[in-house]
Nanobody, 124 residues
Framework: QVRLVESGGGSVQAGGSLRLSCAAS????????MGWFRQAPGKEREGVAV????????IYADSVKGRFTITRDIAKSTLYLQMNGLKPEETAMYYC?????????????????WGQGTQVTVSA
């Protein structure tokens, strides 16, 4: 049974940093692309970053480039998202995703498995 469990969310002031973790079970992680999405109140869920299984290449949403970093530790079956320079508008529930089914990675329909999310709150 596959399972994704996020942690590391919390409350920070603008400009602060957080590192999110996603513990993955039931996967042979090196074979699966994984990523992070977020959903702010009243807004659609949006793709934040992805790390592809083949070659480990990464892509980021334009809004987070240069501030967020996605990495994975295959031995620990864990995905990370280091977030620096956080902004109040980035207050959202952050979700870990796995098993990209193809298509545009920023579309929610492109991902098979989702975690329950971890809340990030950034105050001004």
């Amino acid at each position: 049974q596959v399972r994704l469990v996020e942690s590391g969310g919390g409350s920070v002031q603008a400009g602060g940093s957080l590192r999110l973790s996603c513990a993955a079970s039931g996967y042979i992680n090196s074979r699966y692309s994984m990523g992070w999405f977020r959903q702010a109140p009243g807004k659609e869920r949006e793709g934040v970053a992805v790390i592809f299984a083949r070659g480990g290449g990464t892509i980021y949403a334009d809004s987070v480039k240069g501030r967020f970093t996605i990495t994975r530790d295959i031995a620990k079956s864990t995905l990370y998202l280091q977030m620096n320079g956080l902004k109040p508008e980035e207050t959202a529930m952050y979700y870990c995703v796995a098993d990209w089914t193809g298509g545009t990675w920023q579309e929610t329909s492109a991902w098979k498995d989702w975690g329950q999310g971890t809340q990030v709150t950034v105050s001004a």
